[in-house]
C-alpha cells in the first residue's frame, strides 16, 4: 500500500465508510509515521512543565523518544532521548530537573543544550580526536510555544506553526483547549499517561468524534 489510489480504495469518505485495515495494516502504518509524525507539527508538552532552566519531561514523537528540556539560558529544546555513540536512551525517567544527561551505557554525558560535554578515557581512547560539537544529541528542527502549548516537527522544511495550523485550528485550540477567554491554561504538576496497545486513530476517534464513551 504505497500510493493514493490504494489509500483511498480504504477511506471511501463520499459515502462515510472507512475499511478496518486504517487500524492494523502494517504498510499504511508505515506511511503514516513517514507523512504524518515525521512532517508534521506534534505536541510534546506544556511549558508549565518545564517552568526552571534544568526541568525536563520525556515523550514521544510518533516512536521516536524526546526529552523537552529548559536549558540553562531558559530556551525549550526538544532533544532525542538517543544517545550518539551507541542510540541508548540518556534519560530513563519521565521528569526531573537536571544539569545533565549521562548515558547509562558507555558514560557519555550531554549538556541542557544537547552539546556532548564528555566521554569516559576521552583523550586514551579518541586521542584528541573525538569532535564533541559533532557528537551532541540530535536536536528536533522545529519547536513552537502556542500559547503554551509546545510542539515540534522533525521536518525542517514545514511550514511555521501557526501558518500550518490555519485560522479556524488557532481559534479552536485558543478558545476551546487552551481556554483562552478564562485565562489560558495552567499544566499543574504530575500527569496520568493512557497506553494503549492498537493504532493510535483508535484514541484520535474516540476523543474527536466518538467521545461519548472511553475505554
Request: charged share 25%; proline share 4%.
Amino acid at each position: 500500500m504505497t500510493d493514493v489510489d490504494e489509500l483511498r480504495d480504504i477511506v471511501d469518505w463520499q459515502n462515510g465508510l472507512v475499511a478496518p485495515a486504517v487500524h492494523f495494516d502494517e504498510d499504511l502504518y508505515r506511511i503514516e509515521a513517514d507523512r504524518v509524525f515525521n512532517r508534521a507539527w506534534l505536541v510534546v508538552g506544556h511549558e508549565d512543565m518545564v517552568r526552571k532552566p534544568g526541568d525536563y519531561v520525556t515523550n514521544y514523537m510518533g516512536e521516536v523518544p524526546v526529552i523537552v528540556v529548559r536549558d540553562a539560558g531558559g530556551q525549550i529544546r526538544v532533544l532525542v532521548n538517543r544517545c550518539s555513540h551507541r542510540g541508548n536512551q540518556v534519560c530513563l525517567f519521565d521528569r526531573g530537573n537536571v544539569k545533565g544527561f549521562t548515558c547509562s551505557y558507555h558514560g557519555w554525558s550531554y549538556g541542557l543544550d544537547g552539546a556532548l560535554t564528555g566521554a569516559p578515557m576521552e583523550q586514551m581512547l579518541y586521542r584528541g580526536e573525538l569532535d564533541k560539537s559533532a557528537w551532541g544529541l540530535e536536536e528536533v528542527a522545529k519547536v513552537a510555544n502556542f500559547k503554551g502549548l509546545l510542539l515540534a516537527s522533525f521536518d525542517p522544511a514545514a511550514p511555521a506553526l501557526e501558518e500550518w495550523l490555519g485560522e479556524d485550528v488557532r481559534w479552536w485550540l485558543e478558545n476551546f483547549v487552551l481556554a483562552g477567554p478564562l485565562g489560558g491554561l495552567e499544566a499543574l504538576p504530575g500527569w496520568h499517561r493512557y497506553r494503549s496497545p492498537g493504532n493510535w486513530k483508535l484514541i484520535s476517534e474516540n476523543f474527536i468524534g466518538d467521545d461519548y464513551h472511553v475505554f
